[in-house]
Every structure is written in structure tokens, then in C-alpha cells.
């Protein structure tokens, strides 16, 4: 039973197109997460949602909005992709107490042709 | 500005070897650390972590070492087994009010049967 899964796990597209990642953890966390993997194997945190409420946006583009139906849904909306959108998107959950982990999904691989 | 550093980006270690993984970081303000470890296309899974009040934790055959005065910590896995190839990456989080984690660029280990 997968703890936190995205979809899709491969998306391929062409710039200009809008798309959307969907994540959905079932841990019973309070806080989601989106990570951006880019080319260098950087691993940087995008957004952090907080029982459905915005509290870290890492000065990611207007084009990218995460939404957040409930506690344990985060999607990612990306609107007018571009090159430099290619990476891999990770989704992760973990209860806002402090000094605990974080749990991921296995990742959006998302290529803009 | 990297505030977490694995210099490192690949090490190959003898299966039933030590393998030691490093990791610097700058800001002071962080004060817990995690070890992810990160299969191919898949998402980085937890595997250890330290409190900066201490500095040693030890879970099966895995051991980081917290060095706050140097901010240096490193993992210890011993002994090493083919299914510990992998990228490990180290995370930090801070005293920051969330819990967003500060990740490093990751060392890929290679266990050499």
C-alpha cells in the first residue's frame, strides 16, 4: 500500500502546453511537500502545504500552482511549460511536529520538448 | 548558495568494507539531519537521523556522526552489502518554523561485490 504516490510517473510534452501532477499521501500527515530535481540532481523544495494552507513558495515561477483539496492531496498545475520545466517532480507528506521525516513519492519525470 | 555540501559525488567501497559518506553544511540554524538514500526512479526513502544535542546515532549497520563544532556529519555503513548501492543524499532542517528539509547534491555508492 503506497504511502505517498504521484501521477503520472513519466510525462512527456511539448512547451506552451499546461499539465498537472496529482499527489496523494495516505500517512495521515498534516504537511505536503513538492521537491524539484533538475539536471545537476539538485534537490529543491518548491512548495510546502500545511493542512491545505501555503507555507513555503521558494520563489518558484508564477506558472507553478500547487493546489490542495484536502489534507492529503497536493497537485501541481504548470501553465505555458518551458525547457527549463524538465525535471523530476517529487511529492513528499510528514506531520508538522518537528524533527521528523519527511516521506516521498517516486517522483514525476517530466520531460518539455 | 549551497547550504548542505557532499564534495563527494561517488564512492566505491568493498562489499564487507566500511563505506563513509560526508556531508558539510554552513548555516547554523539547523539543528536536525537526515540520510535519504535514492534508488533509480525511485524516491529518496529515510534511513537515519540526528538531533544537534547529540552526536552519534546508530541504527543496525548504519551510524551518523554529528560534528556541530565543524558542522560536518557523516554516515557509517558497516559492513557494506551490493544492495547498499544507491545515491545518499543528506538533509538538514532548521529552526525555521517548517519543516522543509535543505538537501545536498547527493554521493552515488557503489559497493564492489
Redesign the interface.
Known sequence: DTA?SQTPKYLVTQMGNDKSIKCEQNLGHD?M?W?KQDS??????MF?Y?NKEL??NETVPNRFSPKSPDKAHLNLHINSLELGDSAVY?C?S?Q?N??????????TRLTVV | DQQVKQNSPSLSVQEGRISILNCDYTNSMF??F?W?KKYP??????LI?I?SIKDKNEDGRFTVFLNKSAKHLSLHIVPSQPGDSA?Y?CAA?GIFG??????G??TRLTIIP
Open positions: 505517498v504537511t511537500y521537491y545537476k540532481k539538485f534537490l529543491k523544495i510546502s500545511n507555507i513555503i517529487f513528499a510528514s508538522s518537528r524533527n521528523t521525516e519527511a516521506f516521498f513519492g517516486q517522483g | 539543528d536536525y537526515l535519504y526512479a525511485e524516491g529518496p526513502t529515510f537521523s538531533s545515491v543524499f532542517q517548517n519543516e522543509k528539509l535543505t538537501f547534491t547527493g
